[in-house]
């Protein structure tokens, strides 16, 4: 049967020689492979392609079959037309970051609405906000959404649990005996990031954003079996320390 649903694209692989499969978080079947036939097909005029690039917003119908491990896309549209994000390093950047995130940690075949509209409503934010005031996205991001995933750090800042210990899976009161290491600064930052009751975000530096990114992306990688290297995350740093 035919069914529509939304989905933002993470992993376009080529498929003979005009076809793709797409891998599609999708907001009704959570993350499904997708055969595109003649996508690639060099037609004067035509770059269908390029809807399947990381982070593309689609509106879709597909078919959709329990039993096979890649499903049919029928028809596709842009939901969301990019205007900045493909131009600007610094967007493009943050987006390549968080689609991968999205990649190595999101559960296959599991439909998770609240997550797919933080995330939708995420990238249309990247392309429309203001240049000065995205710095902080990938962060943000990164800590949302492993928390929807239920990765949840131990306690908060406090007197007696000064410490970001990722040995200790969160706040400690004794100092990591290995990297990542964090400045107590930083688990203020990011208590007030966890638990925070308004949209404010406190002011970073860029030294600041990376060591707490590598520090998360650390958690994570003692905690979850899914999170390999992040190989968007050295161009990243870069653009983060700009």
């Not at 939304?6 to 907001?27: M, N, Q, W």
């Not at 119908?61 to 969301?80: F, G, H, T």
């Not at 990938?138 to 007696?160: K, N, Q, R, W």
Request: hydrophobic share 40%; proline share 6%; with cysteine.
């Amino acid at each position: 049967m035919l069914y529509k649903t939304r989905g933002i694209v993470l992993r376009p692989v080529k498929y003979g020689d005009t076809s793709i499969v797409a891998t599609i978080f999708t907001e009704n079947y959570g993350v499904q492979a997708y055969m595109v036939r003649g996508v690639r097909a060099t037609t004067k005029g035509s770059n269908k392609a390029a809807y399947f690039q990381p982070g593309t917003l689609l509106d879709i119908v597909v078919y959709m079959q329990p039993s096979r491990n890649i499903q049919q896309l029928r028809e596709y549209q842009a939901s969301c037309l990019y205007v900045t994000v493909h131009q600007d390093v610094v967007r493009n950047s943050i987006l390549m970051f968080s689609v991968e995130l999205l990649l190595r940690l999101l559960p296959p075949e599991a439909p998770i609405a609240p997550l797919f509209s933080y995330a939708w409503q995420y990238f249309c934010a990247l392309d429309e906000a203001p240049i000065g005031s995205i710095a902080n996205f990938p962060l943000l991001f990164l800590v949302h959404i492993t928390s929807m995933l239920g990765y949840d750090l131990i306690g908060a800042y406090c007197e007696e649990t000064p410490y970001l210990n990722v040995q200790e899976g969160g706040f400690s009161a004794h100092p990591p005996s290995s990297p990542p290491y964090a400045t107590q600064e930083d688990a203020i930052v990011l208590s007030h990031i966890l638990y925070q009751t308004t949209d404010s975000t406190p002011m970073l530096n860029g030294e600041q954003r990376v060591r707490l990114i590598d520090w998360y992306i650390g958690f994570l990688q003692r905690h979850s079996q899914h999170m390999a290297n992040i190989r968007s995350l050295q161009v990243l740093r870069t653009v983060l320390y700009a």
